[in-house]
């Protein structure tokens, strides 16, 4: 077994994005009554409980100021908001200490190969390196595709000073409970890994007075409305109002919202806090276009 270094200091697989959520061509309005400073705050800052737990263990460390760092493509954790632990809300934070290149790799696997590999190792004696790079891919799944060649495969990063007998080719099969795949591992390009350095600052010191901090900064008062603006108002309320083409008294609605700054917004839509007929609302507002056209 030859031993391999590389400059990682974490074994990870490259994340995927996720879609981003879809909204109507011509927007959307919905309003959700904000009874108390716990629903505001439960609306507003995210919470540790449920987290993975290496998430969550990023976060307790941050909290308790031991600044701890993780390495990656993309940063582990980032949100804007804060979260709430232990009935306090801290705005979570990074900064990027140092930066390197390293390779990525493909790793291949063919479930039913048409001739069998010459040099095949079992499952349980792969390095661990190797065993994590294969992921959740051995065994395969029920619904694995059949394809020609190639079934499945994912990219990955080898730990610093990696043991592997897959990255120098020494076997090009796995065996696992008497079923041999074939398994390839080759470079496929550079990437730029970060060290991040995480840390908390405390934002309030309970919900209350984090509702506070919310009405204080965003909270506005909508009033004087049209007719056909308290419409739309209403059936937004506990709910969500669709334009269906309607756009010109939506724009006028928009525009008001717009006139306010949003808790969270961008050239899309937002969310604002508003006061409605003595009640406050969580508005999640989503923009129409410009033109009918």
Not at 39 to 47: I, P, S, T
Not at 96 to 122: G, K, M, N, Q
Not at 141 to 166: F, W
Not at 284 to 291: G, H, I, K, N, S
């Amino acid at each position: 077994m030859r031993r391999r270094t590389f400059l990682a200091t974490a074994a990870t697989a490259l994340p995927i994005a996720l879609a981003g959520c879809a909204h109507p061509t011509d927007g959307s309005l919905s309003m959700r009554e904000m009874g108390d400073d716990a629903a505001l705050a439960e609306q507003y800052a995210g919470e540790t409980e449920g987290l993975p737990p290496e998430r969550k263990a990023l976060l307790d460390a941050a909290i308790a100021g031991e600044s701890p760092t993780r390495e990656g493509v993309y940063p582990p954790y980032e949100r804007d908001r804060p979260v709430e632990y232990e009935g306090s809300y801290y705005a979570i934070g990074y900064e990027i200490a140092d930066t390197h290149t390293e390779t990525l790799y493909d790793v291949e696997i063919d479930y039913d190969p048409a001739e069998s590999p010459s040099s095949v190792i079992e499952y349980r004696d792969l390095p661990e390196a190797d065993r994590n790079a294969l992921g959740e891919l051995i065994p395969p799944d029920e619904d694995v595709p059949d394809n020609e060649g190639v079934d499945i495969g994912r990219t990955y990063r080898y730990p610093e000073d990696a043991e592997s007998v897959l990255l120098d080719g020494q076997y090009g099969g796995v065996r696992h409970e008497g079923q041999t795949y074939r398994v390839t591992v080759e470079a496929n390009r550079e990437v730029t890994v970060n060290t991040y350095e995480y840390s908390a600052e405390k934002v309030a010191d309970s919900t209350s007075a984090l509702g506070q901090q919310l009405r204080e900064r965003y909270l506005f008062t909508l009033s004087d409305l049209s007719e056909g603006e308290r419409d739309i108002v209403a059936e937004a309320v506990d709910g969500t109002y669709f334009p269906e083409g309607e756009l010109e008294t939506f724009r006028t609605l928009a525009d008001r919202f717009r006139a306010h700054d949003a808790v969270d917004g961008d050239e899309y839509g937002g969310d604002w806090l508003v006061r409605y007929d003595g009640t406050v609302y969580w508005a999640d507002l989503q923009y129409p276009p410009e033109t009918d056209a």
